[in-house]
């Protein structure tokens, strides 16, 4: 057979390159569209706050041992045998040990700074357990418990209860729900009110969300706080989760025609 002659092999490479290069930039055109996400020319943003009232399921409190002595060494063993009394009596309530870990230890020296002089006086140990307390949506009774007996075993700290979700997701979604569902009557009222149709959502977005304020408990501070010593070993305090807000703000995008 005979070859084809070289002007024609090489025109027919050119063509070749040329409509290559002709779907190559097609493709191209055609991924920045989809990559570039374009909006429609007329559209209308609004936003709106959606709202999930629940009661709290999770307490998380502090129980601290303050310890104080001449000797360092003492005065963490004096500690420790108190909190290692807070941590078996919590067990006992039914606490898993994954909920309790230690989220403080200090030891410190106390100087006397009289004449002058910077003088080691003794030491000081401050450590700190934290207590996750999980159905308080159900009862409150073992984080009353806690409160008491922790104090009954040793601790003369009691750094604040918050409150909150163990796992709040589910209810950020029903709050994102209705968020939406509230920019869609939102933009429907405002596209009638300029003369116009309300068209498909171009876009959604999360502009903000929060499972509601962690509600602190303060003033339960052995010796400097609402509850005095004497007065948490004669009552358990009464801590009532009430209920919290989880609120997601949404932005949605609507086109209009």
Known sequence: MNSLPKWLVNGLGGLLIAFVALL??????????????????????????????????????????????????????????????????????????????????????????????NTIIGYQLNQTITVKVRGMDKSTDILSKILKGGVQQGANEVNG?????????????????????????KAQDLAQAAGLKLGKVVSVSETGSYGGPIMPYEGLGIGGGGYGGSDMKSASPNIEPGSQDVVANMTVVFEVK
């Open 161 to 185: 209860v918050s409150l909150g979700f163990d796992d709040a997701d589910e209810l950020r979604q029903e709050a994102r729900k209705l968020a939406i569902e509230k920019a869609k009557v």
């Open 24 to 117: 190559i930039v097609g493709k191209t055109k055609d991924l920045k569209d989809v990559l570039g996400n374009k909006n429609p020319d007329n559209t209308i943003s609004v936003s709106a706050e959606g709202k999930v009232q629940a009661v709290p399921d999770l307490a998380t409190v502090n129980l601290g041992v303050l310890t104080q002595g001449s000797d360092p060494s003492v005065v963490q063993e004096q500690n420790s045998v108190k909190v290692n009394k807070i941590i078996d009596y919590i067990k006992q309530q039914g606490i898993s040990k994954d909920d309790i870990s230690t989220s403080q230890f200090n030891i410190y020296p106390q100087y006397d700074y009289n004449n002058g002089r």
